[in-house]
């Protein structure tokens, strides 16, 4: 206020524009939906399209997420074209988010507007099962609800629709924080191929010093490596193509064996505690199988859409070999993993593309032409239409 000047009288009238004073009885008004807008499937074969998603009204327990990022997952691939069972079309894939904070529900004292946070591969499960309980959430024994294509019991049957779109809302439960220090674009994968190498290394129990055998080099492999070193284990990769060598290397790898040289892999011997195999089509197991030491595991993380040969029982038994599977991870271990991964600097080596060329990128992905994961720009998407599709 400048001296001198008299005070202007109250104003009779709000200003136009102006939303109306509220006396302190009146509740808030209700949160209203939002519309996003989206890239995704109508059928099997129609490729990405654009579409526009209804997101919910953000419930007492909810927050809503304006996403930034979102990374490529060879699953977004096969969901989208029906290749894992037909899904329910429209589609709208992605289960690496990343974004801020926009809009938090009542009960939500966890998470403030403009936090920097993320969505992984699961948005929902039962919370009362065995596995959840137990911090397991991926492994709900009611079935987890995936960030797309589940059906979401506690929202009406809603199919859920995941992070290709401007916006999603999802319960607290199941939302991480990102670390502040590391670039938003390059943390998406972790979301998944981060924590889907990194729960097995934990669950193995790695220590300094132990040897990780890594199988297969693209978006999962490449994390395997970068883990395992930040947990100051030698890497050695395992990889079908001599081209493979150099970026093994690069990425920190201590040794890289061609795993179709026989004399290779029988000099690699008895050499190896635990192997992550991130390889999803049908191989043969028993060669790796003799890489390892006694105790050794294997872990198996691909999904083949066949059956895998035999295994030789007497591989395992002589050594005392586990072989296992297992699947991302829970939201406490995921969480745990953003921070070890904050503490180490490590995050995914990505190529950001926007919504145009997603389905070059996708191409692209199935010929395993990227190093080592897409990750999709959403100011790219544009603004959602007046109408949802989804
Ligand atoms: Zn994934
Ligand atoms: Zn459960």
């Not at 129609?46 to 304006?66: F, Q, Y």
């Not at 507007?113 to 992984?120: A, R």
């Not at 193995?204 to 010093?209: H, I, K, T, V």
């Not at 995921?334 to 145009?356: I, K, R």
Request: hydrophobic share 40%.
């Amino acid at each position: 206020m400048t001296p001198g000047r008299p005070v202007p009288p109250p104003l009779a009238k709000p200003l136009p524009g102006t939303p109306p004073l509220r006396d302190a009885s009146q509740t808030a008004p209700p949160a209203l939906p939002r519309l996003a807008a989206a890239f995704g499937a109508t059928a099997s074969g129609s490729g990405l399209v654009p579409l526009t998603v209804a997101r919910r009204a953000p419930k007492d327990d909810d927050v809503e997420i304006a996403i930034e990022f979102c990374g490529l997952c060879h699953s977004d691939v096969h969901a989208t074209r029906g290749e894992w069972g037909s899904p329910k079309y429209p589609l709208v894939p992605g289960h690496e988010i990343v974004g801020r904070v926009s809009r938090v529900g009542a009960a939500v004292d966890d998470f403030a507007p403009g936090d920097v946070v993320g969505v992984g591969c699961l948005v929902d499960s039962c919370r009362e099962c065995e596995s959840c309980l137990d911090g397991l959430e991926q492994y709900c024994e009611n079935g987890m609800t995936g960030t797309y294509g589940a059906t979401d019991a506690r929202n009406g049957d809603a199919i859920t629709q995941g992070g290709y779109a401007t916006s999603v809302v999802v319960d607290r439960r199941y939302v991480l924080r990102v670390p502040g220090n590391l670039d938003p674009a390059a943390v998406a994968p972790l979301l998944c191929a981060g924590i889907t190498t990194y729960s097995p290394l934990r669950h193995f129990g790695l220590e300094a010093g132990d040897v990780v055998g890594v199988v297969g080099l693209g978006g999962l492999g490449h994390m395997a490596v970068k883990l395992a070193k930040a947990m100051g284990a030698g890497v050695i990769v395992f990889t079908t193509s001599e081209s493979k060598v150099a970026a093994a290397k690069e990425l920190g790898a201590d040794g890289v064996v061609l795993s179709r040289d026989e004399a290779a892999m029988a000099a690699a011997g008895r050499t190896i505690d635990v192997i992550i195999d991130t390889v999803a089509a049908p191989h043969d197991l028993n060669p790796y199988f003799r890489t390892l030491r006694r105790d050794g595991a294997l872990f198996q993380l691909g999904l083949p859409s066949g059956l895998m040969p035999p295994v030789n029982p007497g591989a395992l038994i002589r050594r005392r070999i586990a072989y296992a599977g297992s699947l991302i991870g829970g939201i406490a271990e995921t969480q745990e993993m953003l921070d070890f991964c904050a503490e180490h600097n490590v995050v995914s080596d990505v190529e950001v593309v926007g919504a145009d060329q997603l389905n070059e990128a996708y191409d692209r992905m199935v010929a395993g032409d990227v190093k080592y994961r897409f990750v999709l720009d959403t100011s790219t998407l544009g603004t959602p239409s007046e109408k949802a599709d989804a």
